[in-house]
């Protein structure tokens, strides 16, 4: 994990501040009242939703969901690839592919996963990508699996947000022809996941040591 200094010159001094990250979007509460949207097998889907965020900064760890749901004989264990990428919205609200600005896009390989069971895994993001607070950043995961014939994939969706916000809308977004399908969850629901990141240097003074730092000028 990162972590960020600042240093403040204050009367002579040289303050260095370390800060770990902070949580600024989860919903991943009660694993028990989860259920999970399907993408069914093709890899050109995406299940796409929005983090509103409760706070700003250098990205730091994206936590996510995963799971598969076997059908005809299909195995109970496999091995999937899945594709994530973070886009920022560009004001509009409305999740385009073409015009929400990409901050991260990567593939995860090699991720086990049993059949029924909601699995969650932590991303490092790279360094140098900053939000501000109140951002709304687009999530977007496919899928594509050691089995594509036999099973469906799917993220948890949550009830509850602990930080931050979302719509009650989930999308399937289709990478061929840029189309997108829209879900409305009527509890407002949100795809599984916790976003932190590392505060900017100057949301890491308290108030106090600036007032006194001005006092001794």
């Given at each position: 994990m990162r972590h960020a200094q600042v240093a403040l010159g204050c009367a002579g001094a040289i303050l260095a501040a370390p800060a770990g990250a902070q949580t600024v979007y989860e919903n991943i509460t009660d694993q028990a009242g989860a259920f999970s949207p399907i993408t069914n097998f093709d890899p050109n889907l995406a299940i796409v939703d929005d983090l509103r965020l409760a706070g700003g900064g250098e990205l730091d760890q994206l936590t996510f969901t995963y799971t598969f749901t076997a059908g005809f004989g299909g195995p109970s264990d496999i091995v999937m690839d899945l594709g994530i990428s973070l886009l920022l919205d560009?004001?509009?609200?409305?999740?385009?592919?073409?015009?929400?600005?990409?901050?991260?896009a990567g593939v995860v390989a090699g991720l086990p996963a049993t059949n029924g069971e909601i699995m969650f895994h932590t991303l490092d993001l790279p360094a140098?990508?900053?939000?501000?607070?109140?951002?709304?950043?687009?999530?977007?995961?496919?899928?594509?699996?050691?089995?594509?014939?036999?099973?469906?994939?799917?993220q948890a969706l949550y009830n509850d947000h602990a930080v931050g916000t979302t719509d009650r809308f989930i999308l399937i977004h289709d990478m061929n022809t840029g189309l997108n399908q829209q879900f409305e969850q009527f509890q407002g629901e949100g795809v599984g996941a916790v976003l932190t990141v590392t505060p900017a240097p100057a949301t890491l003074v308290p108030l106090g040591l600036l007032a006194l730092c001005r006092r001794r000028r």
């Amino acid at each position: 994990m990162r972590h960020a200094q600042v240093a403040l010159g204050c009367a002579g001094a040289i303050l260095a501040a370390p800060a770990g990250a902070q949580t600024v979007y989860e919903n991943i509460t009660d694993q028990a009242g989860a259920f999970s949207p399907i993408t069914n097998f093709d890899p050109n889907l995406a299940i796409v939703d929005d983090l509103r965020l409760a706070g700003g900064g250098e990205l730091d760890q994206l936590t996510f969901t995963y799971t598969f749901t076997a059908g005809f004989g299909g195995p109970s264990d496999i091995v999937m690839d899945l594709g994530i990428s973070l886009l920022l919205d560009d004001g509009d609200g409305n999740f385009n592919a073409s015009r929400d600005r990409p901050l991260f896009a990567g593939v995860v390989a090699g991720l086990p996963a049993t059949n029924g069971e909601i699995m969650f895994h932590t991303l490092d993001l790279p360094a140098g990508i900053v939000v501000r607070d109140g951002s709304t950043i687009w999530f977007a995961t496919s899928y594509a699996t050691d089995e594509p014939s036999f099973v469906s994939m799917g993220q948890a969706l949550y009830n509850d947000h602990a930080v931050g916000t979302t719509d009650r809308f989930i999308l399937i977004h289709d990478m061929n022809t840029g189309l997108n399908q829209q879900f409305e969850q009527f509890q407002g629901e949100g795809v599984g996941a916790v976003l932190t990141v590392t505060p900017a240097p100057a949301t890491l003074v308290p108030l106090g040591l600036l007032a006194l730092c001005r006092r001794r000028r």
